[in-house]
């Protein structure tokens, strides 16, 4: 699937020779993370050594999603025949949710447990590329633009950061780093509604790239899933 994408991608950019227009633009919008896979999880526990005053969250990829934002830039050409071929440069803080229900611990000697209340977001921050190729509807000065390509993240940092009070009444909280992988490859879908220079536009992104390749035990599977909603204008 990932070599015929990059297939129709290039074939697509070898048409621009005929291209009719060069549009440039810039948007901003918000983002909706959540994980898919089956290590991603609606709710988990957190860990918490009294030694150290530590805690993390057992497993932090969370199935909910949480808000985010991000801004990109891009270049679009319009072929005589509406042929779009796009590429995208953007930069996005993301964040993912799970809910805390219950705090596991060693005091060093002995154990306990408690029921808890809270949420972790995993959050984390990419710069994008996506290059594209699609088609445009066009009626009077209404466009409706339909894309797909690659949605390529390079990562640049992931953190967890959590809070949940016990049953006991004693608040936990966590933050520590998560990364474990550099870039996500993702498949995305997006359509762009617009009226002369300003645009509405939605797209959904599922991610190829496993968070959790290479951890031992278990059915290891976690794939990021992203949703986005904003604005558009173009520059020229």
């Not at 990059?6 to 005929?18: E, F, M």
């Not at 229900?101 to 990419?126: C, D, K, P």
């Not at 009077?140 to 959590?162: A, F, M, P, R, W």
Request: glycine share 12%.
């Amino acid at each position: 699937m990932r070599k015929t994408l990059l297939i129709l991608l290039a074939s697509g950019y070898l048409t621009s020779l005929s291209a009719q227009k060069t549009e440039a633009g810039a948007s901003l919008y918000s983002g909706f993370l959540a994980f898919g896979g089956a290590s991603a999880a609606a709710s988990s526990f957190f860990n918490h050594a009294d030694a150290y005053d530590a805690t993390s969250t057992n497993n932090p990829y969370g199935s909910k999603t949480g808000l985010g934002y991000g801004v990109s830039a891009s270049v679009q050409r319009v072929t005589r025949r509406n042929i779009l071929l796009g590429l995208e440069l953007g930069y996005e803080d993301l964040r993912s949710k799970i809910a805390i229900t219950r705090i596991s611990g060693y005091t060093g000697s002995a154990t306990y447990q408690y029921e808890a209340e809270g949420q972790t977001y995993l959050a984390s921050s990419f710069v994008t590329l996506y290059p594209s190729i699609g088609y445009r509807f066009t009626l009077n000065q209404l466009h409706l633009d339909l894309t797909g390509g690659v949605d390529i993240g390079y990562c640049l940092s992931t953190k967890e950061k959590g809070e949940a009070t016990a049953s006991n009444g004693t608040t936990y909280k966590s933050s520590l780093g998560r990364e474990t992988v550099k870039s996500d490859i993702r498949q995305r879908v997006h359509v762009t509604t617009g009226y002369k220079k300003a645009g509405l536009f939605a797209s959904y992104a599922w991610g190829l790239t496993n968070y959790k390749d290479g951890f031992a035990g278990g059915v290891n599977e976690c794939y990021s899933r992203l949703f986005r909603l904003g604005v558009s204008y173009r520059l020229n």
